[in-house]
């Protein structure tokens, strides 16, 4: 079995060969300090690091729901990153952070991203090319389109949980889907109904980081229980793991799949949403 999506990926060969492409934009999705220390060769860091939310007026980390349209371009124009453009993606934890910016890019209607393939793992672990030295690049004029059919609110969450043609998928820990860990969240359990699989399954253990084969990405999704032909929610916490398990069914070729942007942050922290340790 091969990947219904392979386009969605990108792999560390090819990427060397159009790192000087000025069609193409690396982004590094890491932290800033790990960006300073080294990264690949012309990759652009993402001035901020809080996983492309919007701020927190309480003082956090970052807000419940993903970047506002205009800061959003603005961002991304800052980046060089126009219509045209297509952005290779990359992190050093799993794909986690990359897979965040496909879906936000996906959802503001910019379809030209893929998702290095091993990210900062593999590119490191091949002996390819890192240096300090940042990248600017003229800005350009990107426009945010919502693409509302992949995101999921609270509202439709709740009013589609429970229906027979929506399936839900928990990306979360086993400790966050047994209530073990609130993440500072006022209740704790899962989304009744939902499945459950944990975003960094999908993931080698080995040095190399790469996603793994189509087969193999299958079987997880089949012993979870999710059929092909419904429409998926997937959720975790903040929406950063629930992107990754919205990328990694993407590439086996699942339809209709929206992430609950909010995810626990929100769910969890309202009165009137269902919540269960069944």
């Known amino acids: 079995m ?40 012309g990759a652009a860091g993402l001035p901020v690091h809080h996983y492309i939310k919007e701020p927190d007026p309480a003082g956090g980390a970052f807000g419940v729901l993903v970047m506002a349209p205009a800061e959003f371009e603005a961002l991304m124009g800052g980046l060089g990153i126009g219509p045209g453009t297509t952005v290779i993606a990359y992190d050093d934890d799993n794909a986690r952070v990359s897979t965040r910016l496909w879906w936000v890019l996906n959802y503001y209607g910019h379809t030209g991203v893929k998702v290095l393939n091993g990210g900062w793992h593999s590119w490191l672990s091949e002996g390819r090319p890192v240096t300090f030295e940042t990248a600017a690049r003229p800005p350009a004029p990107f426009r945010a389109r919502v693409v509302p059919s992949i995101n999921a609110s609270c509202e439709y969450l709740k009013a589609h949980h429970a229906g027979r043609e929506i399936q839900v998928l928990d990306a979360r820990s086993e400790a966050e889907w047994l209530g073990r860990e609130s993440r500072g969240n006022q209740r704790v359990g899962h989304v009744p109904g939902a499945r459950h699989l944990e975003w960094s399954r999908f993931v080698a253990k080995d040095r190399f980081r790469r996603f793994l084969p189509a087969d193999d990405l299958q079987a997880l999704a089949d012993q979870a229980g999710l059929v092909r032909g419904k429409e998926t929610i997937t959720y975790c916490q903040g929406g950063i793991r629930a992107a990754h398990a919205a990328f990694t069914l993407a590439l086996l070729g699942y339809e209709r799949v929206r992430v609950y942007d909010g995810s626990m942050k929100e769910w969890a922290n309202r009165d009137d949403t269902p919540l269960t340790l069944d």
């Open 2 to 41: 091969e990947y219904s999506r392979p386009d969605l990926l990108v792999e560390t060969g090819w990427l060397a060969q159009h790192l000087d492409d000025p069609s193409v934009r690396v982004v590094d999705c890491g932290f800033p300090d790990a960006y300073q220390r080294a990264h690949i060769p």
